[in-house]
């Protein structure tokens, strides 16, 4: 009878295992994790693969991007909308240098993605081979992990790794370089999920006592100031995050990576903090007794100058990441683990109250900002059109529903100042690394993630033309973004700078643009051009009404700049509001 | 600001291709330079060690140290001062071999240091000497007043004086 379940067993085992090559194990791993896109560009090292997605392609979608970098911010926006693992695939050499800067933007925002390239063969390893470039140790300082594969039977194991680490704990890119020659060799293919490395631990234990002691200095408070970020977000802690905000009534402010946690309209949503952020909650930062920072890592782009950083407050730090405690802010209490758990444990350790004098003195300083900054944004008296005005007209088009994609400048600020959110993630940007040129490639992989939502790109006309290639990715796979390009014919963001720290001395700011509507009708984009205010509002609800991929340009004032602002090295309470 | 002190830092790893590059980028990336690296077998089995001496504050130090416990393939990394460690240092000095039989001084030299003649042949004698900083510095004097043909130093390693729990640890982990 033992004998005879021995046999079996050893039949189930052998059943299990399958005689594959490299390459179709590739597929194999990712189709055991979920996978259904992938976003890459095909080349001589990664053929092998290439060769056997042709056979998989009902299973597992390949979107062709025109560049590599285009694909791995595609990646960034599937995994952003979604919450998912974007995936990536490039050949050798310039392929995967290509990857590099996506690489480096998913690392410093913690966006899981996994990218995969193509290695010249084993033998060649090290000879200045065609397309031979020592990727791993490039790509070590931008990923959370890499490793280099030469053998096939290691493609199981590792790719099962290269999963678990960049979606669990604090999220980030991982990259698997893998020779031709494994990809091409043959092998048992058998795969087992990988959920523990011995020496990973993803999610800190929470120290004992750290959660009464984060609910002792929140319930004593008087003037709590929640600053939140994206890890209430990667976390999916949007529930147990407005359950305690609303239980203990704290007024909360967000950073760009953490909008839309919560939605822009809820009583207790004080606005955004850093240089560009909103003018309470930068002033208040230096009012409050206790600042709670709920996965955030103290910028330096939200905290202005350190030394005069909430230096009267208590500070509690709810994180995931160890080395962000202390790093840039000295904690009082550090509640280290996953939000979506602490907060969850935090909530009835707090008192039920409300603190609605202190929510007052929000709302008064908004009434401020209001005055100076927001009714000129938003109802201006000059004939050129605001950046913000185009940013409300699409919430009204929308309802406020929009996943909004936003590149890097002055319209990515006024992205995140004025979009209105009611779902999360819904915000999508380059925050960290400050990347021209992510939108337009992170918007096709939004919308491909999903495609029941609508999704906006609001790009300038300098970062649009830093990856316009990918226009080629809409028209051939028919992904129905809109586009918006706030046109002001400046890099804008450097402008400003140029304007108010160096003189006025524009070097190399001012850009002279091609046919912008041209060239998206040249992909067959259906496009158009707004330089008047009167066609605004319309101009927006036809492309909202499109069904198709759509291009909006926007001609908007040349030298407007967004204000409120902290300049560099000034404390968030200096933050001028002209 | 507090100040830049020695510390001797040990770093208990995997034994993965590729990790000493990405532990290396942490300090690159701080413009911190490395004085010395050792890494060799640990008192686990499949567990490599590595024992790095840098100069930094004690601020730096205990950022760098999280930022090293981030990487995946590192099991835990530890940083001491001098005085916390048992430590030691060994270096090489090659010198013509004229000298040895001719100026009696080298013999008590080697004496004096606690030194050891590891080779002699008619050309070159080799001198090693194990030990704290300052005594290869006092050594080095000495001899520096003759002509010497070579002269290497290898990095720091070091035993801490508290116990440093990995295996546990590990068991905790495969538990």
């Known amino acids: ?578 | 600001m507090s100040k830049e002190i020695i510390y001797t830092i040990s770093i208990y790893t995997e034994n993965n291709i590729g990790l000493l590059n990405r532990v290396s980028a942490i300090f690159q990336r701080r413009h911190i330079n490395i004085e010395s690296i050792n890494s060799s077998i640990s008192e686990i089995e499949n567990v490599t060690k590595w024992t790095i001496l840098v100069e930094v504050t004690e601020e730096q130090m205990k950022k760098v140290i999280g930022q090293i416990e981030k990487q995946v393939e590192v099991i835990r990394a530890y940083y001491h001062t001098d005085d916390e460690i048992i430590y030691q240092e060994s270096c090489l000095f090659k010198m013509k071999s004229d000298l040895l039989f001719e100026t009696p001084q080298i013999q008590n030299i080697i004496k004096e240091n606690n030194a050891q003649l590891v080779t002699v042949n008619k050309d070159f004698f080799v001198i090693e000497k194990s030990g704290r900083k300052e005594e290869i510095e006092t050594l080095y004097n000495a001899l520096n007043t003759y002509e010497i043909l070579q002269f290497t130093r290898a990095g720091r390693i070091a035993v801490s004086k508290e116990r440093m729990e990995i295996s546990k640890m590990l068991n905790l982990f495969n538990a």
């Not at chain 1, 999704?455 to 033309?465: E, L, R, S, T």
């Not at chain 1, 340009?553 to 040349?558: A, N, S, T």
């Open chain 1, 1 to 578: 009878m033992k004998e005879t379940q021995t046999i079996n067993k050893q039949k189930e085992d052998l059943s299990s295992t399958k005689r594959l090559s490299g390459a179709e194990a590739i597929i194999k791993c990712l189709l055991a994790e979920g996978v259904d896109t992938i976003f890459g560009y095909p080349g001589g090292a990664i053929m092998p693969l290439y060769d056997k997605l042709y056979g998989y392609q009902n299973q597992l979608k390949h979107v062709l991007t025109r560049h590599e970098q285009g694909a791995t911010h595609a990646a960034q926006g599937y995994a952003r909308i979604s919450g998912k693992c974007g995936v990536v695939t490039a050949t050798s050499g310039p392929g995967a240098t290509n990857l590099v800067t996506g690489l480096a933007d998913a690392q410093i925002d913690s966006t899981p993605m996994v990218c995969i390239t193509g290695q010249v063969a084993s033998h060649l390893l090290g000879t200045d081979a065609f397309q031979e470039t020592d990727i791993v140790g490039i790509s070590t300082p931008v990923t959370k992990w890499n490793h280099q594969i030469t053998k096939a039977a290691d493609i199981p194991s590792v790719l099962a790794k290269a999963f678990y680490i960049a979606k669990s704990g604090r999220p980030g890119p991982v990259l698997i370089d893998i020779t031709k020659d494994a990809q091409f060799e043959e092998f048992d293919f058998s795969y087992q999920k990988c959920n523990h490395i011995r020496s990973y631990v993803p999610v800190p234990e929470t120290k004992s006592g750290s959660i009464k002691a984060a609910a002792e200095l929140i319930n004593n408070a008087k003037k709590p100031l929640i600053v939140w970020g994206q890890g209430v977000i990667l976390g999916e802690a949007e529930a147990e995050f407005k359950a305690v905000i609303e239980k203990a009534g704290i007024p909360s402010a967000w950073t760009i990576l953490g909008a839309s946690a919560l939605e822009t309209s809820h009583d207790l949503n004080v606005g955004m903090v850093g240089m560009h952020g909103n003018y309470a909650p930068n002033k208040l930062t230096n009012e409050c007794d206790v600042l709670i920072a709920i996965g955030m890592r103290f910028d330096d782009r939200v905290t202005g100058d350190l030394s005069r950083y909430a230096s009267q407050a208590k500070v509690i730090h709810f994180e995931i990441d160890p080395a962000e405690v202390n790093k840039n802010v000295k904690a009082d209490v550090a509640v280290l683990g996953n939000v979506k758990d602490t907060l969850a444990k935090l909530l009835p350790e707090i008192n039920a109250t409300n603190h609605n004098a202190w929510l007052q003195e929000f709302k008064d300083l908004y009434a401020i900002e209001l005055e100076k900054v927001i009714n000129d944004d938003l109802k201006p008296e000059v004939a050129e059109i605001t950046m913000a005005e185009v940013i409300e007209q699409i919430n009204i088009q929308t309802d406020a529903k929009a996943a909004i994609v936003s590149d890097v400048g002055q319209h990515q600020m006024v992205a995140c100042r004025y979009a209105k959110f009611k779902e999360t993630k819904s915000n999508i940007t380059s925050g960290g690394l400050g990347t021209m040129g992510f939108a337009l490639p992170a918007a096709i992989g939004a919308k491909i993630a999903e495609p029941n939502r609508e999704v906006v790109a609001i790009i300038g006309d300098g970062g649009y033309q830093m990856t316009i290639q990918e226009l080629g990715t809409i028209f051939q796979t028919k992904t129905p973004v809109k586009i918006v390009v706030l046109n002001n014919e400046f890099l804008g963001m450097v402008r400003q700078w140029q304007q108010l720290f160096f003189d006025k001395r524009y070097a190399s700011t001012e850009m002279v643009n091609p046919n912008f509507v041209k060239i998206a009708e040249g992909y067959s984009i259906e496009a158009k051009k707004v330089v008047k205010r009167e066609d605004l509002a319309q101009a927006v609800e036809d492309m909202i009404k499109s069904k198709d991929a759509y291009f909006l340009e926007v001609m908007v004032g040349k030298e407007n700049n967004v204000f409120p602002m902290i300049p560099t090295g000034a404390s968030v309470s200096e933050i001028r509001l002209e």
